[in-house]
């Protein structure tokens, strides 16, 4: 594969200026992949651009993908309009009583479905929205909390999504055997600084401790001096039944125990909308062909999402052609210390999550190449594990254009934009303290 050097970063580069001219995500991304197709390939950059989209297209990973975002989005639908959503929202309006509980309610929300990341930001974002609208919260408040919850507790739980995979790489890279996995993922907890900080910081911006600040304060400045929202009609009257808070609550645990119980959330979701049927049709909340119908709209929802998410991918695997993570790997490691190796995986491993708006696939990479660079300098591997680790979750959060955040856009009903210009500065907090105790923790275990 030809190095092309310093000019990989140029896609990225590109679609990071033309979010902030045009504030158009999608269209930046694919103007991005563009940009590096012809890089590539020069003018006859098409049919191999093609074959790149194709390529994502007809992955296994995206056909996932489309089915869980789009089941995820019939589920919310369903919830909605089985009047389960609105149920969930009068409890959460007589429990929480002001900003300060609004808030924690939400976080404990998230941590609770802790299985899944997606299914904690589409679960608390839905359920919350309208407690927090009632409480003057900007909605931008409303997806930090959700999207800093989201993977940040799902990475530290070794029977999530993420655990799981989190422990594969530990085996792949040789830290242990497939017996020892478990053993080991959980002697790099006390390693995983941002997201057990970012964790931390959620909890004292929702109690009020730690002020809000920058773009996030001019947001609660807006929300204050705007007019309350009026309900809609019969609203009350159908919040007043928090009665039907079970036709939310029950199918977020049917999804969280199947999750657990076969490591696969798709399987989770699809047996989760046989579930709705059986729970909601009995009650006549809904006719068979409106069910349906309800399924059918919720997953055509999520089309701006998956749009989004596809270009992230095409993305990706541009870069990959390009050499882009070799190249920023290849350029940091010839310098790094044994105590500088955790702080330096870290940023670098958070840099190219962000830059390539892929996490899994990223950490994929880092595990491989840093891991032995660290048995090669006699470093800490634990430690070096856990900023990779660490790493991957604080990827998913600052990408404003990555699947994460996007889900969490699309459930606190804000752009990608308005999340980058409000969420990423109160990101910096728990990044900066995660950057002081990984320099810490290299000088003292490096």
């Known amino acids: 594969m030809e190095n092309y050097g310093i000019l990989s970063l140029l896609p990225v580069a590109v679609v990071i200026v033309l979010v902030l001219m045009t504030r158009r995500t999608a269209a930046s991304l694919i103007a991005g992949t563009i940009v590096g197709a012809v890089l590539l390939y020069g003018k006859d950059f098409p049919k191999p651009w093609l074959d790149v989209v194709y390529g994502v297209m007809g992955s296994e990973l995206w056909i996932w993908l489309v089915l869980v975002c789009g089941f995820f989005g019939s589920l919310v639908a369903l919830f909605e309009a089985s009047g389960g959503t609105r149920s969930f929202t009068a409890l959460a309006g007589k429990l929480c009583k002001g900003e300060r509980s609004t808030l924690l309610g939400t976080w404990l929300l998230g941590l609770m479905t802790f299985v899944d990341d997606w299914l904690s930001i589409l679960s608390a974002g839905t359920a919350m929205r309208k407690a927090t609208d009632r409480q003057k919260i900007p909605r931008e408040m409303l997806a930090y909390v959700c999207n800093t919850t989201a993977s940040s507790v799902c990475v530290i739980v070794p029977t999530s999504t993420w655990g799981v995979f989190m422990i594969s790489q530990l085996v792949a890279t040789g830290l242990c055997t497939a017996e020892q996995g478990m053993q080991t993922f959980l002697s ?241 907090i728990p990044l900066l303290l995660s950057t002081a105790l990984y320099i810490a923790a290299g000088c003292l275990l490096g």
């Open 188 to 428: 790099t907890l006390p390693f995983l600084f941002y997201p057990l900080t970012a964790l931390l910081c959620g909890a004292l911006y929702s109690a009020g401790i730690l002020p809000k600040f920058g773009p996030m304060k001019a947001a609660y400045v807006r929300e204050r001096s705007a007019a309350s929202p009026e309900e809609g009609p019969g609203e009350e009257a159908a919040e007043a039944k928090i009665s039907g808070i079970w036709n939310f609550l029950l199918p977020v645990i049917l999804v969280t125990i199947v999750t657990i119980a076969t490591g696969e959330i798709l399987y989770g979701t699809l047996l989760c909308l046989v579930f709705c049927a059986v729970l909601y049709l009995p009650q006549k909340l809904m006719k068979p062909g409106a069910y349906l119908d309800t399924v059918v709209s919720g997953f055509k929802d999520m089309v701006g999402v998956l749009i989004i998410v596809t270009s992230a991918f095409i993305l990706r695997d541009i870069n990959s052609l390009l050499g882009m993570p070799e190249y920023v790997i290849g350029a940091a490691k010839a310098a790094v210390s044994p105590q500088l190796l955790p702080v330096v995986s870290f940023l670098l491993v958070t840099a190219l999550a962000v830059a390539a708006g892929n996490f899994w696939g990223i950490c994929a990479i880092a595990f491989p190449v840093i891991i032995p660079i660290a048995q090669a300098l006699d470093g800490n591997l634990l430690l070096t594990a856990g900023a990779i680790i660490s790493a991957t979750a604080a990827g998913s959060h600052i990408c404003f254009f990555g699947s994460e955040a996007t889900l969490t856009c699309s459930a606190a009903q804000i752009t990608n934009v308005n999340y980058a210009k409000t969420v990423i500065p109160m990101l910096s």
